[in-house]
């Protein structure tokens, strides 16, 4: 009989520590799988707490918990989280011990810890008073989120948080899956200090990805807290985590460094990996030359030898080592165009080229209005040696002839075919008398 009411006492002890909150109390029980649902998407204040049901302070703060969840009903949420039973909640959180009561406020990603008393009256007081403050912040146009740009309250750096795209569970398969560009993706957690640490880094790398790669190469952010779909998906077991999403492709692991200057080279590693060469474009007219010039860094001009002086064989052959070179340098961005010898002189001549020396070449600075012309041999060994030497900031320049952009002329295309000669015309020379009697001095 002893052992059998030690066994009953036993069962009762484990249901009354398990049962400290009932579907009758005030108090909503809070779990993994209604948490975002109930707490993070909504407009309401939260006061959360995180228990363990063998913990005493826990068992003698229910009773107060649930007076202040009635008093508060309709006013303010009143949740309760078994974070033994629930660890990940409680992690993602950074409890550490029991229990903690969290204040999810204006800004969810951002709970507060609640510093007041553990009376019934202490904390309804509490609440009302975050209460207000809310109401204020409301009425003055402030307002929390869960944008990916108030993580951390603002942080430095030269970039713009705009250019991180904001990726939920409802876009993230539209924008990331379905489109073309390759994507890094950093998942984070807005209480988790390392994330915070990388996010101004984020936002400068952005920003100068974007304007490098034309927007071919992106950088997004999930808040791993709310959007639990898409980070479960992927296996995200820490923040931050970074990974490459490329279409019809695995994800990647990113291994990089997390300085912006790390990111920025990853990113246009992958941009190199993915974009085609840029196309080498023969110069027809001023247009060709704005649109290609003006939106890159550099723009490399070849200037290749009349089509009579090399055949199609001999033009194709410098047109070849010019894409070769556009595809080794892709990274740079810089624009490549060709023009024939005596086509456009005023170019040539603001670029000292001026009617010999052909083939030549010149790296032209539109924003500065400096180039610097190809010393070397027009070879794929030779060009490289320039173009390096202009990469790391080395060699000789000038300024463009008149210190602006050159007259254009409008020509016709380069029909890809050798040269003709021009037709010498003939002449009629039949009605012409050449036996007329001259008269003639005699010596």
């Not at 990647?252 to 190199?272: N, T, V």
Request: hydrophobic residues 35%.
């Amino acid at each position: 009989m002893r052992p059998l009411l030690l066994g009953v006492l036993g069962c009762s002890l484990v249901l009354s520590v398990h049962a400290m909150y009932s579907a009758s109390d005030d108090v909503v029980e809070l779990t993994p799988s209604n948490f975002n649902k109930e707490v993070i998407q909504s407009d309401s204040l939260w006061l959360v707490e995180f228990y363990a049901p063998w913990c005493g302070h826990c068992r003698n703060l229910t009773p107060d918990w649930k007076k202040a969840a009635t008093a508060l009903k309709g006013i303010v949420k009143v949740g309760a989280v078994d974070a033994d039973q629930h660890k990940s909640l409680g992690s993602q959180y950074g409890v550490r011990g029991f229990p903690t009561i969290k204040v999810f406020g204006a800004d969810k990603n951002k709970p507060e810890e609640y510093q007041g008393g553990r009376s019934s009256q202490a904390i309804v007081d509490g609440a009302m008073n975050t209460l207000r403050t809310m109401v204020k912040d409301r009425m003055s146009g402030k307002s929390g989120g869960s944008s990916y740009n108030r993580q951390s309250g603002g942080g430095g750096g030269s970039g713009s948080q705009k250019d991180v795209v904001e990726l939920t569970d409802d876009n993230f398969d539209k924008m990331v899956l379905d489109g073309d560009d390759v994507w890094l993706v950093e998942f984070f957690a807005p209480w988790c200090g390392h994330c915070k640490n990388l996010e101004p880094e984020w936002a400068a790398a952005a920003t100068a990805v974007k304007e490098q790669t034309k927007g071919k190469i992106r950088l997004g952010a999930v808040d791993a807290t709310v959007h639990q779909g898409v980070s479960s998906r992927y296996g995200i077991r820490g923040f931050p985590t970074i990974k490459i999403f490329r279409k019809g492709e695995e994800p990647e692991d990113y291994q990089g460094g997390r300085s912006r200057g790390d990111i920025i080279e990853r990113a246009l590693d992958l941009f190199s990996e993915n974009a085609p060469a840029p196309e080498v474009v023969e110069i027809l007219s001023d247009d060709v030359l704005k649109t290609t010039c003006e939106e890159s860094q550099l723009c490399i001009i070849g200037v290749l030898p009349h089509i009579l002086d090399t055949g199609a064989a001999g033009r194709n052959g410098y047109v070849e080592v010019m894409k070769k070179m556009a595809d080794k340098y892709k990274k740079k961005m810089w624009g490549w165009l060709w023009t024939e010898a005596g086509a456009q002189m005023d170019l040539e001549a603001s670029l000292g080229i001026g009617g010999f020396g052909y083939p030549a070449m010149a790296a032209i600075n539109t924003r500065k209005m400096k180039f610097a012309l190809l010393k070397g041999s027009f070879s794929e060994t030779g060009i490289h040696e320039f173009l390096r030497e202009l990469s790391v900031g080395r060699g000789s320049t000038a300024t463009l002839g008149g210190g602006n952009m050159p007259k254009i002329h409008t020509v016709e295309a380069w029909d890809g075919k050798d040269g003709q000669l021009p037709v010498e015309e003939d002449y009629d020379l039949s009605d012409i008398d050449l036996d007329e009697d001259f008269e003639k001095d005699e010596l």
